[in-house]
């Protein structure tokens, strides 16, 4: 909301003169007048030196104006609670999934989970990260740890906001990467966007480039349905733990690892 403040134009200014002076009875009433705070104000200010703030109902106004702005960005709102510094471990904000990209976040604790994993072996390898189509993953990795050595490999340009941690990559296209990427990276975590057999195909040879040889760790987040496939492709077997989504997706999704996680994951689940 705006405030006009009107000056007085030079026109309007009277010489000062003892007859148009107010008599005393007059001047105790405009004292009294200009001392009683004025409840329509939206500018509220308690001493001459404190600045100026706003009333409840245009800090209300102006939260709704802004949360629209962000909105039309694609920007989810932070919570008050987190807003206030309040349950600081609440979920992180991330821009709104596009379902025509087959966009999918993690919920919470799906998230902090292979969060932590990865950085569980961050800690027995000193390594760099590679995320492929797992924004959610990368957001969950910088809260964690800020300093992380992690890179995003994601088709959304939205995610250029990460910087030089963004790369952007078009599943039909692996060779396409930066050469510069090529075996670079000890532990790489992939969520393919779609369920086919051409699509896991795909990534799968983005992996086989980032990763190093024989000495990586991998992670895979797919659909039940891959399981054949992707102890085909890259030898990796189903753990017990199990992906959840923010939207409940209807298909069942679970975990793949090329190593044994011992007790963390859930484990390995046991072959039949």
């Known amino acids: 909301m705006l405030l006009e403040v009107y000056k007085p134009c030079a026109k ?24 009683q705070p004025n409840p329509q104000n939206d500018v509220v200010a308690s ?13 209300s106004a102006l939260k709704e104006f802004l949360a629209q702005q962000n909105r039309s960005l694609g920007v989810e709102p932070v919570p008050d609670n987190v807003e206030n510094g309040e349950e600081q471990e609440e979920e992180v904000a ?6 025509r990209l087959s966009q999918f976040w993690y919920d919470r ?8 994993e990865v950085l569980t072996l961050c800690q027995l ?5 590679a995320c492929i189509a797992c924004p959610t993953l990368y957001a969950y990795l910088k809260k964690l740890n800020h300093n992380i050595d992690v890179r995003l490999l994601e088709y959304d340009k939205r995610f ?28 790489v975590v992939a969520d393919p966007p779609y369920l086919s057999k051409e699509c896991l195909e795909k990534v799968s040879e983005a992996i086989s480039f980032l990763s190093r040889p024989q000495e990586s760790y991998l992670l895979l987040l797919t659909g039940e349905v891959q399981k054949d496939r992707a102890a085909e492709l890259m030898g990796l077997r189903p753990c017990g733990f199990r992906p959840q989504h923010s939207s409940k997706l209807g298909n069942e999704f679970r ?17 039949d």
């Open 47 to 59: 001493d001459d030196d404190d600045p100026p703030m706003l009333s409840s109902e245009t800090l």
């Open 160 to 187: 250029e906001q990460h910087g030089s941690e963004f790369t952007f990559y078009d599943y039909n296209r692996p060779e396409e990467l930066p050469s510069e990427l090529k075996h670079a990276y000890r532990i």
């Open 125 to 129: 390898s000193d390594s760099r990260v």
């Open 12 to 35: 309007s200014l009277v010489p000062f003169s003892p007859s148009l002076a107010a008599p005393p009875q007059e001047h105790r009433k405009m004292e009294e007048l200009r001392d």
């Open 255 to 271: 975990l793949f690892t090329n190593y044994d996680p011992g007790n963390r994951l859930g484990g390995w689940e046991q072959e």
């Open 94 to 99: 991330l821009v709104s999934e596009d379902w």
């Open 109 to 116: 604790e799906t998230a902090e989970t292979v969060a932590r």
